[in-house]
């Protein structure tokens, strides 16, 4: 008798440690697999730049800097060897030219009421906005196994697997002064 | 879009004429209801005097007013008929293409059950499925439908005596919306009211993410939101891109100011929204005089509630690729 309790006892405490361990394995991953995905939409992003740069270089004579500086960070975010932490680096980098051209394109009206630019621009908001929800998509998972890693009493077997608390991934301050896209169009 | 200000005049003009007209009809049909009641009384009482005077059961007394009851509901039923039809043909519908020119109104359409069925809002198998009130239009570059629905399901119950019983049981009732959402996106979303967070906390939340019959729980990071609503869908980026952080704050205010309970889904494009409305809408009230300001704008003001859910929610913001 008492060794049948004994038993299902030893049973279910293995079924517990299982159960944390794949789900903490599980968090992990969608943490991994959240960062994919921005990495997915910064590459849409990458393949709009030549198009941008295409567009605005005929009417932008006094932007030469600007256009050429973007193509220099874009050749560099997709020639592949980079650290993560590099290439968020270089996206805001990206993201701030990104700005400057479209405070620029005010000075152009003719550039501005162009019906590729303005599908362009169209596509432009799309990615960013993608970007953004990716970027809450991660933030999400990693709240999530950040939980699990600091809470009773999945933190043991965390401690005991070496899983740590992952950064959330924040905008940084450059980033947010940049003029909003979105009222340009207005 | 027009507003309630201009109204004033519009009624002035426009609507006095169809409401003197509208108003000699109710009381004729009231005159006819009334007339067919008194007629139908008068021989129930006769019925019932000659059942007392041949002194059978007091029981025998329910059958003529059982049966009188009933003949007054369909004297009721047939006088007013074609008043409603002729109300909602010429106000309602006056009323709705003065709020936008383009919106077409149909008095007995209704949004499909197929559309119902396909926004996965409700899961329960529909027995009995009616609605009214169709309008459908275009609000700028945003494509709008709306009708009233009322779907149930029934369950059979016998009792001791061995008789069986129907019932009918709301799966939902209220108005039914549909719009062009103006981003694009392949998978499925759903926003509905939270009830198991409320009452359990985050013990709600992990059932939540236990229920076999939706999609993937997914959490954001709107507190506010999240305390309201519950999300899942396929896809967690592509939720969080079609619910920014903006329209979480705009379909919470539009939940504050409708105090109902609002599911929503976003499938094949469009927006689908049920909000769970108790009032028949567009509905003549026929024991009040019509030639009332206050009356008319109250239907006015139930066709802007939703054909406003347009700007409430943002949709002719059409920024992105979808146009």
Redesign the interface.
């Known amino acids: 008798m008492e060794l049948i309790i004994l038993g299902v006892v030893v049973v279910l405490f293995i079924l517990v440690v299982v159960g944390m361990y794949n789900s903490l394995i599980g968090k992990k991953n969608d943490v991994e697999n959240?960062f994919a995905?921005i990495d997915t939409i910064l590459k849409k992003r990458y393949d709009l730049i030549p198009n941008l740069v295409a567009t605005v270089k005929k009417y932008m004579e006094h932007e030469r800097g600007l256009l050429e500086s973007i193509t220099t960070l874009r050749a560099r975010a997709v020639s592949g060897n980079i650290l993560p932490d590099e290439a968020i680096t270089i996206n805001n980098e990206i993201s701030k030219a990104m700005g400057g051209i479209m405070v620029a394109v005010e000075n152009y009206p003719d550039l501005k009421a162009s019906q590729n630019f303005m599908?362009l621009?169209?596509?432009l908001?799309?990615v960013e906005?993608?970007l953004?929800?990716?970027r809450?998509?991660f933030?999400?998972?990693v709240?999530?196994f950040n939980n699990a890693v600091e809470m009773f009493p999945t933190n043991i077997m965390a401690g005991m697997m070496h899983c740590s608390r992952r950064q959330l991934f924040e905008i940084p301050e450059t980033e947010r002064e940049n003029p909003d896209v979105?009222d340009l169009?207005a | 879009m027009k507003s309630i200000e201009n109204f004033r005049s519009y009624y002035n003009t426009e609507l006095q004429p169809i409401l003197k007209e509208l108003e000699e009809e109710r009381i004729g049909s009231m005159r006819k209801t009334g007339i067919g009641a008194t007629v139908i009384l008068g021989i129930a009482a006769i019925l019932a005097a000659f059942i007392l005077n041949a002194s059978l059961s007091p029981v025998a007394l329910l059958i003529p007013l059982v049966i009188g009851a009933a003949l007054v509901g369909g004297a009721w039923w047939l006088f007013t008929k074609d008043f409603k039809q002729h109300f909602k043909n010429s106000l309602i519908r006056q009323v709705i293409q003065y709020v936008d020119p383009s919106l077409a109104y149909t008095p007995a359409g209704k949004i499909s059950r197929y559309e119902f069925e396909s926004s996965t809002l409700f899961k329960h198998r529909i027995d009995r499925y009616r609605g009214e009130d169709l309008v459908d239009g275009q609000i700028d570059k945003t494509k709008i439908r709306f009708s009233e629905l009322h779907a149930e399901y029934k369950t059979t119950s016998t009792d001791s005596k061995g008789r069986r019983k129907t019932h009918w049981h709301t799966i939902f009732k209220g108005l039914f919306f549909i719009a062009d959402f103006n981003k694009h996106f392949h998978g499925r979303t759903v926003v509905l009211p939270d009830s198991a967070e409320k009452l359990f906390g985050r013990l709600g939340k992990k059932l939540q993410e236990w229920n076999l019959s939706r999609d993937d729980l997914i959490n954001m990071e709107d507190v506010d939101f999240e305390k309201e609503f519950v999300v899942y869908g396929t896809d967690q980026i592509e939720a969080r891109y079609i619910l920014s952080t903006a329209l979480m704050r705009r379909i919470l205010e539009f939940k504050r100011k409708m105090k109902v309970p609002v599911h929503m889904a976003f499938v094949n494009s469009d927006l689908y929204m049920a909000i769970s409305i108790k009032k028949n809408m567009f509905e003549p009230r026929l024991l009040r005089k019509i030639l009332d300001f206050e009356i008319v704008r109250d239907y006015l003001e139930d066709v802007i509630l939703a054909v406003g859910i347009v700007e409430d929610l943002n949709l002719n913001t059409r920024i992105w690729t979808k146009e």
Do not use: G, P, V
């Open positions: 959240a995905s599908d621009q169209r596509s908001n799309e906005e993608q953004s929800a990716a809450r998509a933030n999400a998972a709240t999530t979105k169009f």
